[in-house]
């Protein structure tokens, strides 16, 4: 009966197991390992990090027995999710048209003459969530929140919930320039499109990147039960030396401590590998960048374009740009204009009317240092010399996402190298522990 019960939870793990790792590499990084998430719009999605595997397992083996255990590693493969439990399990939410395909229809319906407010409504599909009273406030904004669950609604499993509201900040933030500056809304929000498709880019390379680390942490959880199944196909009994025994009870919760410690480790290098300050931004340094170019084509001076978009942008990169536009304006030369705008001055530029810090954290002041430097050094040359500042930002733009490419290349690397650690000092003892030395000791003693 053991060996049947071991049987069937190692066949439900490799299954869950391979579902999680044949879904779309989109759908979730590994970063995501044991990290809740805010709010549930992504409780609905298939697959998972993985992260419960190992911790439900080797609790439901301590309490109820190793095939208990194999159960509760099939629950927590399932979740991907570190607060999981048995009989959790959720329906996936329906695929929708994609957050990039409702802002090209937007994009179409304002290059026809519709009002944003229409133009949204006519963009969304029938089955969206489109509230009742609108997108648009009384005072003219995009109602942000609203939008941000609309597009949530309508964004495809690929697409991960911060895609969703980034294009809603970045919308309101669109359409707050274009009253504010003349320019056209339908080239405001094409800006917007190109900046989210971005940011799918990266997310596709990023759980790329991260596919073989989250392959090896799926292998390393699957090794034990397998195991313990081998050995009693073979004859052996090793389940009744994990229960059976002092020693054997002695290599149960010394193994399953290790997996737990190995897991917690993991875990800790997962949420340091994973993010980049560009995310820490309200709005991205790439949508910066084409909100500039977009207000000086509409023949704004470079002065006019920073406090324009740092009005519209906030926080601690609208500080630092409109601190740089009304230095430029008072006849500061172009270094002394952005020389207060790097990390250790950006705080003391966004301060409230009365003075008081915002309290932004350190995540977004690097963030906002690296979207001001990029400005900084692709302006230069249209102030000072007057060339097209068109191509000067199309370059800088390329420039980041190389960067950001290059960074994801290397902490997938650095990951890949630092889980050689936990493999070796947590889940190597852990397999001797709960598979091999139960699996030898039990062939021993009917020898």
């Known amino acids: 009966m053991e060996t049947i019960a071991m049987a069937l939870a190692v066949f439900g793990i490799v299954a869950l197991a391979l579902t999680t790792g044949s879904g779309s590499v989109a759908e979730r990084r590994l970063g995501d390992l044991g990290r809740p998430e805010q709010g549930g719009a992504d409780d609905g999605e298939s697959g998972g990090s993985g992260g419960g595997i190992v911790v439900s397992g080797v609790a439901g083996g301590v309490a109820g027995g190793a095939a208990g255990g194999a159960a509760g590693g099939v629950a927590g493969t399932g979740g991907g999710r570190w607060t999981r439990w048995p009989g959790q399990n959720r329906q996936r939410r329906p ?3 994609g957050v990039d395909a409702v802002l090209m229809a937007l994009v179409a319906h304002l290059k026809a003459g519709s009002s944003v407010g229409d133009a949204l409504r006519r963009a969304m599909p029938a089955d969206a969530a489109v509230p009742a009273s609108g997108f648009v406030t009384l005072t003219g904004d ?18 991960k919930p911060a895609l969703a509201r980034q294009a809603a900040s970045g919308l309101a933030a669109a359409c707050r320039l274009s009253a504010a500056t003349g320019c056209r809304a339908a080239d405001a929000v094409a800006a917007v499109a190109r900046s989210c498709r971005r940011g799918k880019l990266r997310d596709d390379l990023q759980a790329s990147a991260f596919a073989v680390p989250k392959a090896t942490v799926q292998m390393l959880t699957v090794l034990p039960p397998a195991t313990l199944l081998l050995a009693g196909l073979l004859g052996a009994r090793p389940l009744a030396f994990l229960f059976g025994s002092p020693s054997g009870l002695l290599c149960l919760f010394a193994g399953a401590g290790c997996y737990a410690l190995g897991l917690a480790w993991i875990r800790l290098l997962m949420d340091d590998s994973s993010g980049s300050p560009s995310g820490a931004l309200h709005l991205g340094p790439a949508l910066v960048l084409e909100l500039v170019a977009v207000t000086m084509r509409q023949g704004a001076s470079i002065p006019a374009a920073l406090q324009s978009v740092g009005d519209v942008c906030g926080g601690p990169v609208g500080a630092a740009m409109r601190h740089a536009a009304h230095a430029l304006l008072a006849g500061a030369t172009w270094h002394e204009a952005w020389r207060p705008c790097r990390r250790d001055g950006i705080g003391e530029l966004d301060k409230s009317d009365d003075g008081e810090e915002p309290g932004a954290d350190g ?6 240092e690296t979207t001001t430097m990029l400005l900084r050094d692709a302006l230069r040359s249209p102030w000072e010399d007057g060339c097209g500042a068109d191509i000067q930002l199309d370059a800088a733009a390329e420039r980041l996402d190389a960067a950001e490419r290059m960074a994801i290349e290397q902490r997938a690397s650095r990951l890949s190298v630092r889980l050689l650690m936990p493999m070796g000092l947590c889940f190597l003892p852990a397999f001797l522990l709960l598979a091999i030395v139960p699996a030898i000791v039990s062939f021993a003693m009917q020898a």
């Open 142 to 159: 995009l109602d942000a929140d609203g939008l941000g669950e609309t597009l949530e609604s309508c964004r495809r499993r690929d697409e």
């Open 363 to 368: 995540e977004a002041t690097l963030a906002a």
């Open 95 to 97: 695929d929708g048209i």
